[in-house]
Structure formats: structure tokens, C-alpha cells
């Protein structure tokens, strides 16, 4: 069975700092996607990464995909408090059952203002 | 284009009764998952539907639980004679096809078994 581990589990940061979120496997991954779920909402959709050591931007967030496939991070600039949410990374394999998510649990993120 | 629409939002049942979650996919998608976040766990996957055929429901119990994807209409997760453990938050996704992996997430269905 192929697990993602996210950390840090929780963070809690104040407005306009820095951070960084993990998303680490012992298994390789053809795709990782990144989402951030509200309470009480869906999942929402940032970003697909597929090659190994791509960057993709989205405004103030950085997602780096690892070289090797088994790991990813979310790097966020100056952080507002719009950015409070729980980031899940999923990864999909290749073949057969490449329709299938596996998540991690997520990282829980509060900006305060 | 409307989202994917789950529905109900909210759902309780007592214990033995059954409950019936609804997903209309995105317009164009004909791929549907479903997939159970259980308190303090991560989202994990039960069944894949394309119309009127299960491709892979390896993720869903053997017991009390069916999904369906008819030619029309929404897809049915089904659960008979729910238990306590039952309770969690449902979400239904779509995508275009298999080829694109990219999954569009309704807003979950949060059942409550009393």
C-alpha cells in the first residue's frame, strides 16, 4: 500500500510570513496533486505536477515536484489569512489504476491576522 | 459550468436505516469516484463508475454498501442499514476521461448514523 506523509500535521503562522509543507512517500508517484479543502467544503483542485524536479507557480504558491517522484513541497510567500485551509497532496500511479487518489492526511494551516 | 453537486449536504440516520448519496458530475464528465474521509483520516477511494458500469470498487466494503452510475441521471452511493462507523464525510469527484487524472471534488455529503 503506497502512503503519503504530510507534515507538519498543523501550523499555525502569522500573517505575511513564509512557510513550507511536505508531502513525502517511499514510493514513486506518476502524478501528485495538491488540494485545499475548507471545513465543510470539497476538496479544491491548485495544481498537478508529472515530471520529476518540475516547479509550478500559482501567485504567491510554489510547488516543487522531487527528482525522484516520491516527494513534493508547497511553498507559500507572504501568507494572508485566505490561505487558512487543510492542503492534502494526492498521488496517482501509473498504469492500470492511475484514476486512483492516494492522500495524505494533510497539513491543517491558520494564518492569523 | 456548474461544479460537481453532491447531495444532500447533510444526512443523519438512525442505525439499520439506509441512506442514499447523490452525484451529479460535471457536465462532460462521465467518470465518477467516490471517496469516505473519516474523522482524523485522509480521503480514501472506494469506487470508480463510468456509465452504468462499476470499473473498480476494490475501496468499498463487501457488505451494505453499492454503488450505481445509470445511463441517466445521478450516481447513487447506497449504504443498507448503516452503523455508527458509517458516519463520515462522502465525497464524489469527475474527470473528463482516464487519460487526465485531474478529479473535480464535489462538496461531500456528511452522514451522521445515530
Known amino acids: 500500500t503506497q502512503l503519503l506523509e504530510q507534515s507538519p500535521q498543523f501550523l499555525s503562522i502569522q500573517e505575511g510570513e513564509n512557510l513550507t509543507v511536505y508531502c513525502n512517500s517511499s514510493?514513486?508517484?506518476?502524478?501528485l496533486q495538491w488540494y485545499r479543502q475548507e471545513p465543510g467544503e470539497g476538496p479544491v483542485l491548485l495544481v498537478t505536477?508529472?515530471?520529476?524536479?518540475e516547479v509550478k507557480k500559482l501567485k504567491r504558491l510554489t510547488f516543487q515536484f522531487g527528482d525522484a517522484r516520491k516527494d513534493s513541497s508547497l511553498h507559500i510567500t507572504a501568507a494572508q489569512t485566505g490561505d487558512t485551509g487543510l492542503y492534502l497532496c494526492?498521488?496517482?500511479?501509473?498504469?492500470?489504476?492511475?484514476?486512483?487518489?492516494?492522500f495524505g492526511k494533510g497539513t491543517l494551516l491558520t494564518v492569523n491576522p | 459550468n456548474a461544479g460537481v453537486m453532491q447531495n444532500p449536504r447533510h444526512l443523519v440516520r438512525r442505525r439499520g436505516q439506509e441512506a442514499r448519496l447523490r452525484c451529479s458530475p460535471m457536465?462532460?464528465?462521465?467518470?465518477v469516484y467516490w471517496y469516505r474521509q473519516l474523522p482524523e483520516e485522509g480521503l480514501k477511494f472506494m469506487v470508480y463508475?463510468?456509465?452504468?458500469?462499476?470499473?473498480?470498487e476494490s475501496g468499498m466494503p463487501k457488505e451494505r454498501f453499492s454503488a450505481e452510475f445509470p445511463k441517466e441521471g445521478p450516481s447513487i452511493l447506497r449504504i443498507q442499514q448503516v452503523v455508527r462507523g458509517d458516519s463520515a464525510a462522502y465525497f464524489c469527484?469527475?474527470?473528463?476521461?482516464?487519460?487526465?487524472?485531474?478529479?473535480?471534488f464535489g462538496q461531500g455529503t456528511r452522514l451522521t448514523v445515530v
Open positions: 457536465k462532460g464528465h462521465s467518470h
Open positions: 463508475l463510468q456509465k452504468e458500469n462499476i470499473i473498480d
Open positions: 494526492a498521488g496517482t500511479n501509473s498504469g492500470g489504476s492511475n484514476y486512483k487518489l492516494t
Open positions: 514510493s514513486v508517484f506518476s502524478s
Open positions: 469527484a469527475s474527470s473528463p476521461n482516464t487519460g487526465n487524472t485531474e478529479a473535480f
Open positions: 505536477v508529472v515530471t520529476g524536479g
